[in-house]
């Protein structure tokens, strides 16, 4: 079972291109699940985002893997046949379409459920499948600004700031995964075997993920201004830089680490001091907590600060780049990164599957098909017995 991973015999079929819904079929597959991405003739957009190595997005060869890719035009009514029969034999369907674009093609969920009444549907979209703004066309970027998130992200003195990576993408992905297995943990336990819709909208995802700010504004009236790297929570907490021109990451949230960490600089006596023995006295002279902070860090190199504050016990991070967390020894123990063979450039490092399970792990055992539709001959000829003859025409056609 090594690497065979807890979702062996889950069947997917993933309707989706770009980020979040694709992440979630990763996801999926990393443990072990069956997924067979349906990819347009020309490829799936996510193989020309970003970064190219080779000619392919590194995004394609991270967010396509352990998938097989199967090429169908889905305007086609051969092209629709044809995916209707991969669906009707999987567990889950994703898709990530605008409103209305599934039904429009004959393969809404009233359709589906007839055939497979069984069938998990998870929709990923900007907004979600109800509401004024169902219909409007979103990325995560949109998510990211309508939240909140963008607002309270950055400097007091500077603009709103929006993330430097695919944020509500992300945590849609994962969100996604989530829900669809919580449906098909009700499937398999309803007497009827019905599955069912998951509605997931990329706002709501994020919006769940920022903390109790409904709540703050509805009983104290507060909006979450911008801080920098600093928190209401915590103080200090912020990111400093050391003698060495390097930056090193320090969080105090309770009041033990608190008196740990000014004990790391040498100033245990802090926590007795009326001006910052408590987080609201530290918070009213926060400035004055991150110059003595910087003070003690900025007179010491990186490895002194780590060290002393490990010592302590209390909590301490340096700021790393991908360069570093190469070449860190805790991440290299933990097989953090792996390796994985393509077909066209060799060995590539990626980013392993997490979470670990002891007993059923899952396996990063290919990177995205380096080449859309390479697992026609296995899904469309062999599993749905087209013959060899049915599959040229249908090539010819422009169906796959």
């Known amino acids: 079972m090594s690497g065979a991973g807890p979702l062996q015999g889950l069947v997917v079929v993933e309707l989706a291109q770009m980020l979040a819904a694709p992440l979630t079929g990763m996801l999926l597959a990393d443990l072990g699940a069956t997924v067979i991405k349906i990819e347009p003739p020309t490829g799936d957009a996510t193989r020309r985002a970003g970064q190219e190595v080779n000619g392919l997005s590194s995004w394609w060869r991270l967010f396509g893997r352990n998938k097989y890719s199967v090429t169908i035009d889905l305007k086609k009514p051969k092209g629709r046949d044809l995916a209707l029969r991969l669906i009707d034999d999987a567990d889950v369907l994703i898709e990530n379409m605008r409103p209305g674009k599934l039904e429009a093609l004959g393969l809404g969920p009233a359709e589906l459920h007839v055939r497979n009444r069984g069938l998990v549907i998870l929709r990923v979209t900007g907004w979600g499948q109800s509401g004024p703004y169902k219909d409007r066309v979103a990325f995560g970027t949109q998510a990211e600004a ?25 945590v849609a992905g994962y969100l996604g995964a989530y829900g669809v297995m919580a449906a098909v943990w009700r499937r398999d336990r309803d007497p009827e075997k ?92 926060i400035d004055d907590v991150d110059e003595i902070m910087q003070d003690w860090i900025g007179r010491n190199d990186l490895q002194t600060v780590v060290s002393r504050f490990t010592e302590a016990q209390a909590t301490v991070a340096p700021v790393y780049t991908i360069e570093d967390i190469l070449q860190d020894p805790h991440f290299s ?24 399970f002891d007993e059923t792990p899952g396996a990063v055992r290919w990177s995205g098909r380096e080449v859309a539709g390479a697992d026609n001959s296995e899904w469309l000829i062999e599993r749905l017995k087209l013959t060899e003859e049915d599959f040229a025409d249908l090539r010819n056609e422009g169906v796959v």
């Open 146 to 170: 309508m939240s909140g998130f963008a607002f309270g992200n950055g400097y007091p003195d500077g603009p709103p700031t929006l993330p430097t990576f695919p944020l509500a993408d992300g």
């Open 194 to 285: 019905r599955g069912q819709v998951v509605d997931l909208s990329l706002f709501e995802a994020l919006f769940g993920l920022l903390g109790p700010q409904a709540t703050t504004f509805d009983q104290l009236g507060t909006v979450a201004m911008r801080q920098g790297n600093r928190s209401p929570v915590s103080v200090p907490r912020g990111i400093y830089r050391t003698r060495d021109d390097r930056w090193v990451a320090i969080s105090c949230a309770t009041e033990e680490i608190v008196a740990r960490g000014f004990a790391a600089i040498g100033r245990p006596e802090l926590i007795e001091d009326p001006r910052y023995s408590t987080r609201q006295a530290r918070r009213e002279r």
């Open 333 to 356: 123990a933990r097989e953090t990164v792996v390796e994985v063979d393509t077909t066209d450039i060799g060995p590539i490092k990626i980013q392993n599957v997490f979470p670990r």
